[in-house]
């Protein structure tokens, strides 16, 4: 599922004259144009920047919806310059967003990166791609060197750009954990009472945003903010990347207008056949019953329909899979992906995955939907990071859209398709052990 599915909507994915991929920089600049950043710590150029991207209303593309404007307020505050972090991490399985915008247009996500230093002041920007993902970390090399060799971009403003390769494993990703690794610690999540306060590395404060935010950021400082307005909605403005994959005939990435009904985002795909139900958000997203796919494809209308936007993913299970099976699977690859660090990870998660499992088999006792929402009330809310509640509410939203068939599995009657192969994605290997993450050579000055 590495394939970018060209959508009508281009402008992450934007094509050149000579071919799909825009990777090298002078192709780069003749697709998207030149970018101009200051040599040298401008004020007015700052405050303009700032005021398009608020503007704009971007917010976070990677899960958390924060804008964009507020995180740089949060960091200029700080006496120190502050280090700027580009999350490639991308540890969600069922995502290919992040690998797809490094192979397709790297320089995009550089350019977003150096107005995100400029801006605030930063002079180093470093770039988490996870260890396993040796494509994608490539492609941020070579235009990094290719930078430099040109005198253009971070090479002529003394901004240095690294790449890191922390341990892929699904938290890895979330950003405390991924400064945690930064700062030579465990990549453990942290439990962060005020998300205003910016993380820390050493004494610095970071700037921490995903891929695809800073090659929207790289857009607005060319195009400002009623271009980017032009598409989405008002209370989501902008388009978006969107993983599609499962029952659809061209599995991969296509761009999307936010608010873009999920029905009509699928139809571009194409699907294989009837749909039992769509895994919308990711692993710890949640699903969606079919007859509501008409909802957009926006924070506020999923959430409406208790769904999430998450990363950009639609997972499409077709009637041919079982949803009770698929969502036992899905829950007991979370468990395993825990940072083990809290209570309702360590033995909430898997003992709501082996009932998950008895379920899906058929073997359960007649009282195990009710111990599986007791289960769910005990872990939601009691870690110190958001992993099992997004695992409760998956497993909740499987429960009421695959009702019928959670309440004959309980009666000792699955369906014939409960023991269908998955149509999910998971990462062959088994993740490394926490215990062995400690960080080894982060290329820094701190
Ligand atoms: S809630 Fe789970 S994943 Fe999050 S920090 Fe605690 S143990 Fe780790």
Not at 11 to 31: F, I, M, W, Y
Not at 376 to 384: M, T, V
Request: aromatic share 4%; glycine share 12%; net charge positive.
């Amino acid at each position: 599922m590495t394939t970018a599915t060209i959508d009508r909507v281009e402008r992450l994915l934007r094509t050149g004259a000579d071919g799909p991929a825009a990777p090298g920089l002078d192709a780069h600049l003749a697709v998207h144009g030149p970018l101009t950043i200051p040599r040298k710590d401008d004020r007015n150029w700052s405050h303009a920047i700032w005021a398009e991207v608020a503007a704009a209303g971007l917010t976070g593309r990677g899960g958390g919806g924060f804008p964009a404007a507020a995180k740089w307020d949060a960091v200029t505050k700080s006496a120190r310059r502050p280090l700027v972090v580009v999350n490639a991490m991308e540890g969600e399985p069922a995502s290919a967003k992040d690998r797809t915008l490094l192979a397709w247009s790297p320089h995009l996500v550089l350019d977003g990166a150096e107005v995100a230093a400029a801006l605030c002041g930063a002079r180093e920007i470093i770039v988490c791609v996870a260890d396993d993902r040796d494509p994608g970390a490539r492609a941020v090399e070579r235009a990094i060197a290719e930078r430099g060799s040109a005198r253009r971009g971070s090479a002529g403003r003394g901004i240095a750009i690294s790449v890191a390769r922390p341990p892929a494993r699904y938290v890895t990703g979330e950003e405390s954990a991924l400064v945690s690794w930064l700062d030579q610690r465990d990549a453990r999540p942290a439990l962060r009472i005020d998300k205003s306060t910016p993380l820390r590395v050493g004494r610095r404060p970071v700037l921490l945003h995903n891929t695809e935010t800073l090659a929207q950021v790289a857009l607005i400082a060319r195009h400002g903010a009623a271009w980017f307005r032009q598409m989405g909605t008002p209370e989501a403005p902008g388009t978006t990347l969107v993983t599609v994959s499962g029952a659809v005939r061209a599995p991969g990435v296509i761009e999307v207008a936010l608010g873009t009904p999920v029905d009509e985002l699928i139809a571009r795909v194409g699907t294989t056949g009837p749909i039992g139900g769509l895994l919308l958000g990711g692993y710890g997203g949640a699903w969606l019953d079919p007859a509501r796919m008409a909802v957009p494809f926006a924070p506020g209308p999923l959430a409406a329909a208790g769904a999430t936007l998450g990363v950009g993913i639609v997972v499409v299970l077709p009637t041919s899979s079982c949803g009770i099976a698929e969502t036992a699977r899905i829950a007991r690859y979370m468990a395993g992906e825990s940072a083990g660090q809290c209570g309702p990870c360590v033995f909430g998660l898997p003992a709501v995955a082996e009932d998950l499992e008895l379920l899906a088999s058929g073997r359960a006792k007649a009282d195990v939907l009710a111990r599986i929402e007791d289960r769910c009330g005990s872990i939601e809310g009691r870690g110190a990071c958001r992993h099992p509640d997004g695992v409760v509410r998956m497993i909740r939203s499987a429960l009421a859209v695959f009702g019928a068939d959670a309440r004959d599995h309980a009666s000792g009657r699955p369906c014939a398709a409960h023991g269908a192969p998955t149509i999910l994605q998971f990462p062959s290997a088994p993740s490394a052990p926490l215990a062995a993450m400690a960080p080894s050579a982060v290329r820094s000055a701190w």
